[in-house]
């Protein structure tokens, strides 16, 4: 079975554009979490989406969006980026809601210049 | 709030001695704890997971967690380290009926010398 698919896996973007990452997880799973990973703040949760409905979200500006699509791929947006939004962006996929299920991607290194 | 301490950011130990990785959690009641593994350029894989039960836990590659609700602890062992060891190490905690939201500590990170 294939594991968690993001893409890009780099993507090099100017201050105020925005940007677009997409993760397709593992077939059957339902479940797709988004955390971000910097060296200063460690991993911070993002949001989690089950069935299309965002279930979850951790305390980002509404800059950070994410969606789910009725075969469980998600997307998440960022706009008008920061320098600060340099980041591994790394998605999770599961089959359910249910803590310890979870499958990680390698993740989206973005570079904000 | 939940959180997590990993007190040491970075460890080196030698190939065939054993290892400890320390984690302190704060977490109102018993929170369920997690141990992952970072590689270079890779995702993050679980290792072991503690809900409840038997505070021992078994996990893959030869890892084992020690909980110990007095001391808010979830320490990681290994008894003989070898060199593919060498990686990033995040405890994380996550609480019952909030979904996958994890809460990870910082990470330490693992030198293997021969």
């Known amino acids: 079975k294939a594991g968690v698919t993001q893409t890009p896996r780099y993507l090099i973007k100017t201050r105020g554009q925005q940007v677009t990452l997409s993760c397709s997880p593992i077939s059957g799973h339902r479940s797709v979490s988004w955390y971000q990973q910097t060296p200063g703040q460690g991993l911070q949760f993002l949001f989690e989406y089950f069935s299309e409905t965002q279930r979850n979200k951790g305390n980002f500006p509404g800059r950070f969006s994410g969606r789910q699509f009725s075969n469980s791929r998600s997307e998440m947006n960022v706009s008008t980026l920061e320098l600060g939004d340099s980041a591994l962006y790394l998605c999770?996929?599961?089959?359910?809601?249910?803590?310890?299920?979870?499958?990680f991607g390698p993740g989206t290194r973005l570079t904000v210049t | 709030a939940q959180s997590v301490t990993q007190p040491d950011i970075h460890i080196t130990v030698s190939e065939g001695a054993s290892l400890e990785l320390r984690c302190n959690y704060s977490y109102g009641a018993t929170p369920y704890l997690f141990w992952y593994v970072q590689s270079p350029g890779q995702g993050l894989q679980l290792l072991l997971k503690y809900f409840s039960g038997d505070t021992l836990v078994q996990g893959i590659k030869g890892f084992e967690a020690e909980f110990k609700r007095s001391q808010s602890s979830f320490n990681l062992r290994k008894p003989s380290v070898h060199w593919s060891d060498a990686a990033e190490y995040f405890c994380a905690v996550g609480a019952p009926n909030t979904g996958n939201q994890f809460y990870f500590g910082t990470g330490t990170s693992l030198t293997v010398i021969p």
């Open positions: 999770a996929s599961g089959p359910s809601m249910r803590l310890g299920e979870q499958y």
